[in-house]
């Protein structure tokens, strides 16, 4: 299945403003074989569910070959599909299925780095002259003077420790911010460029509706005292440059969905990515209200006390983004945060629906295009703090029912579901006017019929 080209210079309406935005982790959302994995049947069976719920488009996280060192987010083939997810037709039939319902598909587009099992990667390090070399970023390696190797700098990776790794077989060092089987690519290299671009096309022409690109900021000052030191460059001096190529190359020609990562961004930085003058993306994620109460010295789930002024303030700082020209996703919790109960409210069985409600009310009545994370709508709260790591291995499997495995599946799920499905599920709430999730749909549907007042 393939969809034309908009060959207009202007796209008539911006769909894209007045939608509600479903993400979706494949794994953990519905089973429809009985494998304990979640997969792209299991989704299209609860478009129904997704449609009565108020949700115009579903954003998948990693559905591409991968070998899963980082949930997919690790890519080894970008027109392929990870076998226990399905097949190219699954998400063909998924995009029928959605554009019968007039809904929409995102993909998750991860084009900072590749797995280091990619074939570009492979042939990559295959030799210092193979065709493929700086599609990738290799450095010679730093001798001290007594003789010991090394790393070209003492640049920091996202996961600690140094952003460069040794390769044996060519004696040379490769960037990566990641882990070390997620080498980065070189957005310098133009025939790389027009290789993801291609891979871009081919989605869209699939049917595809839009995408979520993972752009990097601009790191915080470095610490003298630390011996490895932030990136100080992780988005790149041409970083518009590659991203107005990109659209003008290929995002321009469809009406789609376009939404980028921006971490320690101001508003005005923010600009830079998404005024439509700039021809770039088209909204940003920020991150100033997830990051409240972090400190410098505190970790993503340490947080000290904040006070409600300081939220509102950040929120007022960025709802101005639109008066300026921008747009804004609007979010409280996705796959790398906690639970927006658990983060902003009180997760107690007491005031879980309340604090849910009150939560709704906000995220549904801002300036912008709704965001919202699977099991969100009926309340999900945090993993509890007693399970052993091993346990914790991502993201929670989505309550469906108070059966056994909470409906996700019919076998042992991937990963341990918490005691509290049997009273916070979708099937028990979908029953009662007073729940959560009757009270997202009420909220949802009062957005769309006010859409001149609230977008």
């Known amino acids: 299945m393939t969809r034309s080209i908009v060959h207009s210079g202007k796209i008539s309406k911006a769909w894209w403003k007045s939608a509600v935005v479903y993400q979706i982790y494949p794994a953990s959302f519905s089973d429809s074989n009985g494998d304990g994995i979640g997969d792209i049947n299991g989704i299209i069976a609860k478009l129904d569910y997704l449609k009565d719920l108020g949700v115009d488009v579903i954003w998948l996280s990693p559905i591409f070959k991968s070998p899963q060192v980082d949930m997919g987010y690790d890519v080894s083939d970008y027109c392929d599909i990870h076998a226990p997810y399905g097949t190219i037709e699954d998400v063909e039939h998924l995009l029928a299925e959605l554009h019968k319902r007039q809904m929409k598909l995102l993909l998750d587009l991860v084009v900072n780095h590749t797995s280091d099992e990619h074939p570009w990667f492979v042939e990559s390090r295959a030799s210092k002259s193979a065709p493929k070399r700086d599609w990738y970023i290799w450095r ?8 010991r190797r090394m790393p070209p700098n003492n640049w920091k990776g996202s996961f600690g420790g140094s952003v460069w790794e040794w390769d044996e077989a060519t004696e040379e060092y490769y960037l990566h911010y990641y882990d070390a089987k997620q080498p980065d690519l070189n957005f310098e290299n133009p025939e790389m ?3 993801i671009y291609k891979m871009m096309q081919f989605w869209l022409d699939k049917g595809c509706d839009g995408f979520r690109d993972i752009s990097f900021p601009d ?9 490895w030191q932030d990136f100080p460059r992780k988005e790149g001096p041409r970083v518009h440059e590659y991203i107005r190529e990109m659209n003008d190359q290929v995002l321009s020609k469809y009406d789609i969905l376009t ?18 003058d700039r021809r770039e993306i088209q909204m940003g994620f920020s991150f100033d209200h997830v990051n409240i109460g972090l400190g410098p010295k505190q970790g993503r789930h340490i947080v000290e006390p ?4 300081e939220f509102k303030a950040i929120i007022a700082r960025w709802q101005a983004l639109r008066d300026a020209g921008g747009w804004h996703a609007l979010y409280l919790e996705n796959h790398d945060q906690p639970r927006s109960i658990s983060r902003f409210a009180n997760d107690s069985p007491k005031w879980r ?10 995220h549904t009545t801002l300036f912008g295009t709704v965001y919202l994370h699977q099991g969100q709508e009926i309340g999900m709260i945090n993993i509890p703090k007693d399970w052993p790591l091993d346990e914790w291995k ?13 409906g996700f599946s019919s076998s042992q799920p991937w990963m341990r579901i918490p005691d509290d499905y049997k009273m916070w599920n979708v099937a028990l709430q979908a029953k009662d006017p007073d729940s959560l999730l009757s009270f997202w749909k009420d909220m949802l549907a009062f957005r769309k019929r006010e859409e001149n007042i609230l977008v």
Do not use: F
């Not at 939404?259 to 439509?276: A, D, F, I, S």
């Not at 904040?306 to 002024?309: F, K, N």
């Open 259 to 276: 939404v980028g990562e921006l971490n320690h961004h101001t508003p005005e930085m923010m600009l830079r990515y998404v005024h439509p």
């Open 193 to 195: 460029r027009a290789a």
């Open 306 to 309: 904040w006070r409600l002024p």
């Open 353 to 362: 629906t309340s604090s849910g409600k009150l939560l709704c009310m906000l």
């Open 219 to 227: 790191a915080p000052v470095t610490d003298p005292k630390s011996e």
């Open 140 to 147: 010679p390696a730093k001798y001290a003077s007594d003789g």
């Open 394 to 406: 991502d993201i929670q499997t989505q309550n469906w029912s108070d059966e056994p495995h909470a």
